[in-house]
């Protein structure tokens, strides 16, 4: 694609995706000055094993989509995104001092809780808001966007708390502190930065609590939820790169460039590959991701110095960037305007809570057989999810880009 093309796209993304991208921006940087240092507070400060830190990633994990079933079901319900969005930003925002005043994992469990309740609480209606303001063409490349936008405050997260960390001497509770500053800009951009489009004239309401309303999704959207749920085995949780790299010899105030290294990856990678969800096979771009994840798991099992520790980190992110993205236009596409909260509450529920079993695998592995085995064992969940979308039945509405 010519640059002046590339350009064009972008100028056709409505203003509010814009919006809603730096939003993301904005709270990613909150999340991860903490999330980039909390496996080593929690390990070095709290006293806390591998398989700890690997139940409560994974339960924090399972809670966000759990949440986002019923933020998702009620956005339709109530014709309402934005509100609901704020609601969970806001709450997001309010987590950060927890952190900062936790004297026991208990209380760090408690915040963490509080945090991915707030995602749960945001995820879908922002999702779902993603669509409705763009036209199904621009799909793809919008969710590309705001994925790209969110992850260059992923980045900037772990960045700043690197420079936290050098100046103030390892001081884990101010970089917690200073994490709430972010946050609570999200929240104003999102309250005053977006007008929500108003709800079709005689559009049906949809009931949230009925079992009739799931049932109406379509085969096409089973079979991406199936997908993402096999492939969530693959992708325990992110915390298990920190502890890589904290085994590599890097200085702990230099641990959340490993962090960096990914979400900038990432962050390149993203809009591009949105992109291409627009043009090609979903099933194809999601073979060559998971392919690259192999590629991440099996550097990261057999590197113990920190530059081949980054080499697989890199590749971590540019199979981020080729998925996530993906799999949220695969839901986009696959599910009725009306039911599109809905749609994406469920997709992420169950991914969430087959996050959780793989996070507390891959922590019960390390601890017991070393941190190979958690990599390997990655690697051969994404073999599963290859061989079920080469070899299982695809819808043909799902693979109709």
């Known amino acids: 694609m010519q640059t002046g093309q590339r350009v064009s796209v972008l100028r056709q993304i409505p203003s509010s995706v814009w919006v809603l991208g730096c939003v993301s921006l904005f709270m990613d940087i909150s999340s991860e000055i903490v999330h980039s240092l909390l496996p080593m507070f929690l390990m070095a400060a709290l006293g806390a094993s591998a398989t700890t830190i690997g139940v409560i990633e994974g339960i924090a994990e399972a809670i966000a989509p759990i949440v986002k079933v019923f933020s998702g079901t009620l956005s339709d319900y109530l014709g309402n995104r934005k509100w609901l969005a704020v609601a969970g930003y806001g709450l997001g925002a309010l987590s950060k001092p927890f952190f900062a005043m936790a004297p026991s994992i208990g209380i760090v469990v408690t915040a963490r809780i ?97 079992w009739d309303s799931i049932r109406q999704l379509s085969t096409s959207y089973r079979w991406v939820v199936v997908v993402g749920g096999v492939f969530a085995l693959a992708r325990f949780s992110e915390a298990f790169l920190v502890l890589r790299a904290m085994g590599s010899g890097v200085p702990i105030a230099l641990v959340p460039l490993v962090m960096v290294a990914m979400n900038v990856v990432y962050a390149l990678s993203a809009y591009p590959f949105g992109k291409f969800a627009d043009t090609m096979s979903h099933t194809r771009l999601l073979v060559a991701g998971l392919v690259i994840l192999i590629a991440s798991d099996v550097v990261l099992a057999q590197g113990t110095h920190w530059s081949v520790v980054l080499v697989g980190v890199a590749l971590w992110g540019l199979h981020m960037g080729m998925t996530q993205g993906l799999l949220a236009t695969m839901v986009a596409h696959t599910a009725p305007a009306q039911l599109r909260g809905t749609a994406f509450g469920f997709f992420n529920l169950l991914s969430g809570v087959v996050t959780l079993v793989s996070s507390v695998i891959a922590g019960s592995l390390w601890d017991r057989l070393g941190a190979a085995a958690t990599f390997y064992a990655g690697a051969g969940f994404c073999v599963l999810t290859i061989a079920l979308l080469l070899f299982g039945r695809t819808p043909d509405s799902a693979e109709s880009r």
Request: glycine share 10%; charged share 20%.
């Open 114 to 210: 509080m945090d991915r309740v707030g995602k749960g609480i945001r995820g879908a209606p922002r999702d779902a808001l993603v669509a409705d303001v763009t036209p199904p063409h621009l799909r793809g490349a919008a969710f590309g966007l705001r994925q790209s936008l969110d992850t260059i405050g992923a980045f900037l997260g772990p960045l700043l708390a690197v420079v936290i960390m050098l100046m103030w001497a390892d001081n884990f509770r101010l970089a917690f502190w200073l994490a709430v500053i972010p946050g609570l800009l999200a929240v104003a951009l999102l309250t005053f930065g977006i007008d929500e489009p108003a709800r079709e004239p005689g559009a049906k309401r949809v009931n949230p609590i009925r």
